[in-house]
């Protein structure tokens, strides 16, 4: 007879089972030390942006980074009840949406005309809108589920490549790199591979470096573009 006691096997792309393994080392540490740096990039950002509206879609951006920083800190450096993880969680997945709309909502006020400005901010805001609303009302979904949903919206506006290499190509190849960092990053969260160090370094720190790498990269882009924007 099968000991009905034995360990599943791993099985990338699925929730976490009941009890949790150990918390690593630097769990947290990584967005949370990013956080104030990432407030002073936003004085920066929005300080030195050309135009209103270049100002406006800069603060979107940076609100939406540090949202998502802030959150994150907050949910992976303590160890939270069950009420209180189980709100955070959702807030900290659906920061993910969140930061996709914001990151592209300077880059289309300040790199397309009007008309392709207003259909990709309402694509992306309303992807954002119903991608949460998914993720609100269904946490506990599997990952080979839910982690296809940012990438979706994270490449939705590829196809207006030739407008963003127009308006420039350095703050272009900056984004579509920092997309690259964050795509990378969610393979390895989805597959939670390469987990170097377990108890101190895990797949979810390689995930949150990336984050950051990703940021950064789509800071100075969004930069470049929000000091001479096309219109």
Known sequence: MQDETATLPHVPFTEEAATEPP???????IHLGTFPFAVAMGVVLITLADSAAAKAGSAVFMASSLLMFGV?????????GPTVKKVLKRIDHTNILLLIAGTYTPIAICA??????????WVMWSGAALGIAFRVLWI???????????????????????????ASVPMTVLVLSGGLA??????????????PAPTVFGFHEVFHALTVVAFAAQWVGVLIVALHPVR
Not at 112 to 121: F, Q, Y
Not at 182 to 195: C, E, Q, S, W
């Open 112 to 121: 397309l005309p009007h008309t392709l400005m207003v259909v990709v901010l």
């Open 72 to 80: 994150s800190a907050t949910y992976h450096r303590f160890p939270w």
């Open 23 to 29: 918390r690593p080392a630097w769990r947290g540490w």
């Open 140 to 166: 506990g979904a599997p990952r080979w589920l839910y982690v296809p949903i940012y990438l979706v919206l994270g490449c939705a506006a590829l196809g207006l490549l030739p407008q963003f290499f127009a």
């Open 182 to 195: 964050y795509i990378l990053g969610a393979l390895v969260y989805g597959f939670k591979r390469p987990d």
